[in-house]
């Protein structure tokens, strides 16, 4: 059954085979055809940013840069500036974006917990999750400004292989000439345009249908013949093209794939042992000006290809300069969409670290006796990283350069040891220590969550 199914196969294709031979004179640069006409199909679609890349750029790190100025120490808190916000106005208007009505936000409430080494901590870890934040937003937006541009780029240089120039269509006659000058070896315009060749391809004397029935005209018949013949002509064989509509939009694959068929045309039907490189024609083509015969509808890039690779045909190169840059948008979408989930991530990490600041003073004693450990813990963290330290200069940090570590200044140090046995640990309040109660629990998992919070 398979071998009697083999030779129906072979039979159909000696059939096809011996109809093309048959109608080669009419249709000699059928395959030609088809092949550029593919090329011109695809490459007339315009590619948009949202078939290029479903990537879009993900907000700025707002909600984490709100915990981390949330859980700043009071005292930094409640200053008239405070870092960027040199001004009291602008930093009252900062506030005001996470206070008030807008404590509430989708992910958590925005609240100013009580000091202590655990906010403290808390406090550090999410400056460190913003600067991550901030790098990653920053590499998001020049990604995202880079698929941006490659559209443009992109089918710029589409339409530039289409008409010769990025900013010209079929309608300007510019883009086409004689044939001596756009189809005969040597030609300034030869292989400018996928709209020239055609024309070149598809028409001349007797050749109206060398590439399809009607598919040409048999005007543009002569090396001196104008222009606007040219210009004719293509609109005749465009006009065939057009029949099938193609909705693709350009990909890198897709484009390589059609500048190959296109490619692996040239030469195909030429036996001159001087090798000839012309798209279409015959055998006994002298030249490709149409004087003659459908073998002399043809495009001859044998100067152009003498000078170097396919790459040196002008409308094959903007092709495949759109193929490179949709290669690198493809990767940057890629980029985009992992940098946007990173984002996510880093976000819900800092709502975790924020969570697990107590609410209360984990410690149980005065804010005053309180502070000396909070900061000296916010100093400490920073250990021998002498950059991380000059950071933390706002919490009274400073680098010892005799003991290599990041310690609180002494004076402030003093000061506050000072104030703490006044009060002897005790709460202003109360004058007692509170050991027991809600707070017991956390006091006793302080050092764990100070620990995990600190790395």
């Not at 009697?4 to 030609?32: F, P, R, S, Y």
């Not at 008409?163 to 300034?188: H, L």
């Not at 044998?302 to 493809?330: F, H, M, R, Y």
């Not at 004693?365 to 991380?388: F, G, I, M, R």
Request: charged fraction near 25%; hydrophobic fraction near 35%.
């Amino acid at each position: 059954m398979r071998l009697w199914l083999q030779g129906i196969t072979v039979a159909v294709l000696l059939l096809e085979h011996t109809a093309m031979q048959t109608a080669k004179a009419v249709d000699e640069n059928k395959d030609a055809f088809q092949a550029l006409c593919a090329m011109y199909s695809l490459v007339k679609n315009k590619v948009r940013r949202e078939h290029l890349s479903k990537a879009t750029l993900p907000g700025e790190p707002v909600e984490i840069e709100n915990l981390m100025l949330v859980t700043l120490h009071r005292s930094n808190y409640t200053n008239a500036t405070y870092g960027d916000w040199g001004k009291e106005q602008q930093w009252s208007e900062r506030k005001k974006q996470f206070e008030g009505d807008k404590a509430k936000s989708p992910n958590g409430e925005y609240i100013i917990k009580e000091d202590s080494e655990t906010k403290a901590a808390g406090h550090l870890r999410l400056s460190k999750l913003l600067q991550v934040a901030r790098r990653a937003h920053k590499d998001a937006k020049r990604l995202d400004t880079e698929l941006t541009q490659a559209v443009t780029d992109i089918n710029n240089n589409l339409n530039a292989a289409l008409f010769g120039d990025n900013t010209s269509d079929d309608s300007d006659e510019n883009i086409f000439d004689t044939r001596t000058n756009a189809c005969v070896k040597g030609g300034a315009k030869v292989g400018q345009s996928i709209a020239s060749d055609m024309a070149c391809l598809c028409s001349g004397t007797s050749a109206a249908d060398v590439c399809c029935k009607t598919c040409g005209d048999a005007n543009y018949n002569s090396g001196g013949t104008a222009a606007s013949v040219a210009k004719t002509s293509y609109g005749i064989t465009k006009a065939i093209c057009e029949k099938v509509k193609l909705t693709t939009q350009p990909t890198a694959a897709g484009l390589a794939a059609a500048v190959q068929a296109v490619l692996q045309q040239i030469g195909n039907k030429q036996t001159n042992t001087a090798g000839y490189q012309r798209l279409g024609g015959g055998a006994t083509a002298v030249a490709c000006d149409r004087t003659s015969d459908t073998n002399t509808a043809c495009v001859d890039y044998s100067t152009i290809l003498g000078a170097g690779g396919a790459e040196q045909i002008p409308w094959v190169n903007k092709v495949l300069t759109a193929i490179k840059t949709l290669q690198k948008a493809e990767s940057d979408s890629k980029e985009l969409t992992i940098l946007a989930s990173k984002l996510e991530q880093l976000n819900h990490q800092a709502w975790t670290t924020y969570d697990l600041i107590p609410r209360e003073d984990v410690t149980a004693t005065s804010v005053k006796s309180q502070q000396l450990p909070s900061l000296e813990s916010v100093c400490h963290a920073a250990k021998d990283n002498q950059k991380a330290c000059e950071n933390l200069k706002d919490k009274e940090c400073v680098f010892n350069t005799e003991t290599k570590k990041c310690e609180l200044k002494k004076d402030v140090k003093e000061k506050l040891e000072k104030e703490n046995q006044e009060t002897g640990g005790k709460d202003k309040k109360t004058g007692t220590t509170n050991t027991t109660g809600s707070n017991s629990f956390l006091i006793n998992k302080a050092p764990l969550l100070l620990a995990f919070l600190l790395f």
